[in-house]
């Protein structure tokens, strides 16, 4: 039937009895994630939803990110690079959504923050459980880190255990060993709590899959999904910073830290450092 007054007819089969079956709010569990937006401003300021929104579906794609990252690092450990890519190229576009997202925070003016800043506290995203484990499996591996988690054991418990995990670079450079590549020893029996250092024996290896690629193809790939895992992040702390400076200019911190100062030091930081260094080395 066509449309009339521009109103939609309903489909005879739309079910709307549901007393007995499952709805979409019950198997989405919408009366919990829908509560729990609480602003804590009084008399409460309209944009900390906003800000609250910001932080809650930005821990909602951390949450997929480490499930995806924790599998792809489980797959490679079991030779199955297929799945460990297809799960790396879904991170991928999380990843843009999340950096995307800052343009949303972004309406925030820096008058409009100071007014509800002060009831938040000591709380800071330096505080986030979930990104920090996503920064662990990438490498980024910091046991000074886990002190601000002492007054949550359940969070500490799987920082610790992804401390103690290989990250998926050293889940890759074990796989690229089983599969007949020179890495080296030093690296195959890494402390993997500390965070990964710059390994020049290292770079040859990523030479050679580079300049074969036709004959290594798989490596070939996974090697460039990583420098854009690495990429993305980079991006992402980047707009982080930016929109600091655009809301707080140069103050310090909630969570204690110099605040901008402290967030560029980051982006000094890197995951995969060879797979960097080899572009040097490529065409010489
Ligand atoms: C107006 C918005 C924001 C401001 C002014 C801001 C500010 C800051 C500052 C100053 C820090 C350094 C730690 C500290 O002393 O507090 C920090 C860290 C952090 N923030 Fe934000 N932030 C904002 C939004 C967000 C959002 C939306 C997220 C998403 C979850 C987020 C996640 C983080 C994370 C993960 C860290 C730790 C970074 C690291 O260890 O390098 N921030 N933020
Ligand atoms: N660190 C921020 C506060 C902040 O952005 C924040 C506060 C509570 C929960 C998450 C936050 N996001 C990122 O740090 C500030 O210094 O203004």
């Known amino acids: 039937m066509a449309i009339e007054k521009n109103t939609r007819q309903l489909d ?15 198997y989405l569990q919408l009366p919990v994630l829908l509560s729990a937006q609480q602003p804590v401003s009084q008399p409460v300021h309209h944009d900390e939803l906003l800000f609250i929104i910001q932080h809650q579906t930005t821990e909602l794609w951390l949450k997929l990110v480490l499930h995806e990252l924790r599998s792809a690092a489980g797959w490679l450990r079991s030779d199955d690079l297929g799945a460990a890519l297809k799960a790396i190229a879904r991170v991928k576009h999380i990843q843009k959504t999340l950096t995307e997202q800052w343009s949303v925070l972004a309406t925030l003016t820096p008058t409009e923050y100071a007014q509800f800043r002060g009831f938040l506290g000591s709380s800071s995203g330096f505080q986030s459980s979930q990104y920090r484990a996503v920064e662990f499996i990438l490498g980024n591996k910091n046991s000074k880190m886990l002190p601000v988690f002492d007054s949550d054991p359940e969070a500490r418990a799987m920082l610790e ?12 450079l074990a796989y690229l060993h089983r599969r007949g590549f020179a890495v080296p020893a030093a690296l195959l029996e890494r402390d993997v709590t500390q965070a990964h250092q710059f390994e020049p024996a290292l770079v040859p290896v990523f030479k050679h899959i580079y300049e074969h690629a036709k004959e290594n193809w798989g490596a070939y ?46 982006l000094e930081l890197t995951f995969f450092p060879e797979l960097f260094a080899v572009r040097t080395e490529i065409g010489t």
């Open 161 to 172: 255990e992804i401390l103690h995990a290989p990250s998926l670079y050293d889940e890759f």
């Open 12 to 26: 005879e089969g739309i079910v709307q009895d549901f007393s007995s079956r499952m709805s979409y709010a019950s």
């Open 221 to 266: 790939e996974a090697c460039e999904e990583l420098v854009d895992l690495e990429d993305n992040f980079q991006l992402w702390r980047f707009r982080h910073l930016r929109t600091v400076q655009r809301t707080i200019g140069m103050k310090r911190g909630t969570g204690g830290s110099t605040g901008a100062a402290f967030l560029k030091k980051a």
